[in-house]
């Protein structure tokens, strides 16, 4: 079946409103979790699921699924909250970075769960994607 490029556009932006809902949904999930059970965000539930689910999102961001702003900025909210919640027992200020650079040599630390580490990389994805030239222009021109 031949499928002209616009069909492919309006198929990630199909993705995009449905990653939006799950985004809504998950957020109120976790934040009900946390609010029942008066602690931190179970690690052992939610771990493989927010690393994979992050990168999906955040690389749909780039691919053009959520052709508005708000969109984006809606998923930085998301990912933003995710970090918060990580955070509540203020464990990723006690970490130590994941690089290999000089100033990563601090011993008798622990260092961040992988899950923390792709929430990272992909708020910064998010931050920077907002930065881009088509994104400023676009808010500009409302």
Known sequence: MFCCCHCSSQFYVLQGLCLTRLMNFLERRLLRD???DEKKLDKTKWSL??????????DRVYIGAFPQPAGVLKTLEFLLSMLQLTNKDGRIEETIPTGKGLF????????????IHALFKNTNRTILYCFLPPFLAYGLAE
């Open 34 to 36: 946390v609010e029942e």
């Open 49 to 58: 699921n927010l690393d994979a689910l992050s990168w999906m999102i955040v």
């Open 104 to 115: 990563s040599i601090g011993r008798g630390s622990k260092q961040l769960d992988t899950y």
